[in-house]
Each structure stands twice: as C-alpha cells, then as structure tokens.
C-alpha cells in the first residue's frame, strides 16, 4: 500500500489546494509522468482532474446576470473542482453579444478593435493584425494566476470551429468583422490544410498563438488545447509542433473528435475526447458506450480528458444521476471529466430582469464530485498506478445474457493490491481475485450518499460472487490488508 500521507497529500492537491505547500515557491507545474502517463504529476503528485467550465469566462468576466470569474474560481475550488476549460478569446458568435446584453456587459477580445465600421455586434471592426494588450493583461495573466493559487488546472482553447457558413460568417475572419481583407469565402475553413498554403491568414494565426504563450510564459499548469472540434490534420500538427518549439515542455492537447488529427498516434501530449461515437448522453447504456470509446483512446499512453459533456442541455438527460455515473465512467476508465453547461455560470435571457441569473452549479453536479473524491481519499486509492481491467468482473448467470442489470461492471484495478468496481444499476456479478492469494478486505460505497458501508472480508486466489445492496449505483472497493475505521 502507498504511503497514507503521500495519497492525503495528492487528494489535498485535487481538492482544489486547500492543504496547499506554503513553503513552495514558484507556480505550480504540471507534467506527464512516463511511468504513470494517465495522471498528469502537478508538483510531483499524480492528480485526477475534475472540472466544470463555462468556455467564455475571459470574454464575459463580470455581466448583468451576475457572472464574476473570481467567484467562479472560488466555487470551483471550494467544491473540490480542480480542472477548468477556459477559450482564449471567442471567435465565433459574434451575433450573441448583443442579442445577450446582460450576460456580454462587459465582453472583450484579445484583438483591437480599431475600425472603420462595425461588426456584426454593433462595435467597431477588429484588427487581427493588433492585440489588446490590456485583454492579456488584465484578463488572461490574473486568471490564469489566480487559477493555480487555487491548484485548478487551466486548458487553453486557442481557436474555435468556423466552418459553417453561419459561423464563419460571425466570426473574426469574417470580411464584414475585420479590417484585414482576408477574403474567405462562404465554405472556406480558416482552420483547414489549405490555411498553411494561405501566408496572410497564417501568419497572423501564428502571431496570435505566439502572443498567448509570451503572455502565459510564467504559467506551469496549463495546457494548450489547439482546437475545439476543428483543423484539418497537417494544420493542427503544425500548431502542435508551433507550441512545442516555442515553448519547450509545454502540455498540448490537439482537439477532439471534428478534427481530423489523430491525437492518439500523434505528437500531441494528452488526448481530448467529446461525445464523438459514443453518442448521446442519456443512458446508462450511452454512459457504458461512451466508456469504451474512452479507454481505446488510452492505447497511446497518454491522459485523456473526458472534457466536454452535458445535464439540462443539448439532447442531454434530465436525470441528476448522470453526471454522478459519467464522473464514474471516467474514472473508472483511467480518464478525466470536465462537465460543460454553460447556462449556469452565465445566466440566461437578453436582459438583466429576464430569465435567471449566474449561479453555481447544481448540487447535483457538486455532490457528484465530492461524492466520488471522498471514495478515493478513504480508500487511500493509488488510482496513478491503477489499470482500466472490465476482464475481471462480469454479469453472474443468467443476468449475464439477458442484460437484466445493465452494463457489465466498470473496473479500476491494480491486482493483488486494490480494485475499484463500478455499478451503474446494482445487481450481481463475478469478479476475479486470483491475483492475491488470502483474506482480502472489501467495502461496499453509495455514490448517492458518498459513504461507505461496513466492511466485509473476501477470500483472494478465486472468483468472488457479489451482489450490490440495492437496485441504483453502488461502488465496491477491495483491498489487501485491513479496512480504515
């Protein structure tokens, strides 16, 4: 068993920095770690990232509705949330600051904005050429800072997806939006292969990035994401090797699904994933498929962030106790979560007296996490040195053909030494204890209620037939040795 204080110290780190290293100096790093390439080491201890993000943050900053990214940072930390996906700067949707004037009240971009004429939000036309150096100032650089005082981990969207006619036409590139003449045409992808043939748009694309990471050069525990569901293959592998030579040591994730790298096989450091094959999110039959498509993405050994999925929104369920079982589902497959649903930290309706105001997310989502951090921390769960191993466990009898309990169970193991099984609808199945041979402590965990039950012993070196204690979710954790009181 790894030592108790090591495994307190990493889950203090997650649990947003509250047992923060005072005598540590500098911003927290973080890195890959070649021996355990699944958990990201930030300061030298493996960390589960767990996220909930509105993309927009830099953008809106404070509005009408209510939204500040201090306290945004500050509920994120104080729920235990350690990860945020934040864009640079927005550069579609230009159309939505001002159909939306209460939640874009005080809405900037990382570029001039010089004119002559307007853009489609009624303010003068953007220079891409020139940077709002105050945008990066005073909106980049104090997030970012204020984002490792807390221990949250920060990935950075650099560009959008703009290859719709509508997107493109309320994006920065647009013609009617900027100064620069670029001249794209309706179908013209600016994040496509044929943008490295295009010297102009490159090199301001280039300029851009390169601004970024001068800006964010004192920052050590970000990553670089280099499109959100976009680029063609050779353009996002260009930019990836861009980060790479500018700034040795850099983490980057290419993107997820919309684009056509392969961020498996590739250079890239960390493997983004969106819904992409898996599908809706509305069941626990989704929930099982999306897990599979999580773990074949783990087959080129590096972290993969889980880092875009929905509750209330976009064709998603309504059923609280999805994110509860997604959070699991990523767990359990050796991967990262970060919940996307922008509507609670923004707010809604075009004006401050309609719709709702900004506010935290659902105790549903909050419970979820603390709920599934306090399984770790009471298991004393080395999960850095645990393996996806679904092999071990299956459905017993005829359940197993009927499919009567749901998806076969979800397992986190490191045999001979800890499991951590996963039940998305209870009911019985077989798990394979060969590995370790003598009594074995195991514990059933209510995900519901985020707390053990009492401990009972298994016999090692065989097949252990288990039935979970009631119908909904239930976790199980195994173990050498005795069980904590």
Known sequence: MANPLDILGVLALCLGGAAADEARTGPPRLEIDPRHPFHPLLDGRHVLLLGVSDRDALVIWKSDKGFDWRRCLDELAAHGFNYVRQDVTAWTRLSDHRRYPAQFSQARWAFARTGPGLAADGLPRFDLARFDDGYFEERLVPFLREAERRRIVVELTLFDDCRSRRALAESLYADSNNVNALGLGPGYDPHSDAALGDARLLALQEAYVARVLEATRGSGSLIYEVANEAGGARWVAHFVEFIHRRRPGALVSAGEQGSAYDPVMGRCDLVVKHRGGAGAYRTDGDTARHRRSLVDLRRGGKPVLHNEFFLFARGSTADPSFVRKMLWADFTGGGHANLYDFTWWRGTGANVGEGTPSRPPPAVVRDAVRSLRRFVEEAELPFWRMEQR????????????????????????????AYAVYLVAGGTFRLDLSAQPGSLTARWFDPRAGSFEVPFKLEGGRTAELKAPGEDDWALHVAKGGAKP
């Open 390 to 417: 679904d092999e071990l466990a299956s459905r017993a009898g005829d359940v197993a053909r009927a499919g009567a309990d749901g998806p076969a169970p979800f397992v986190l193991a490191r045999p001979g030494e």
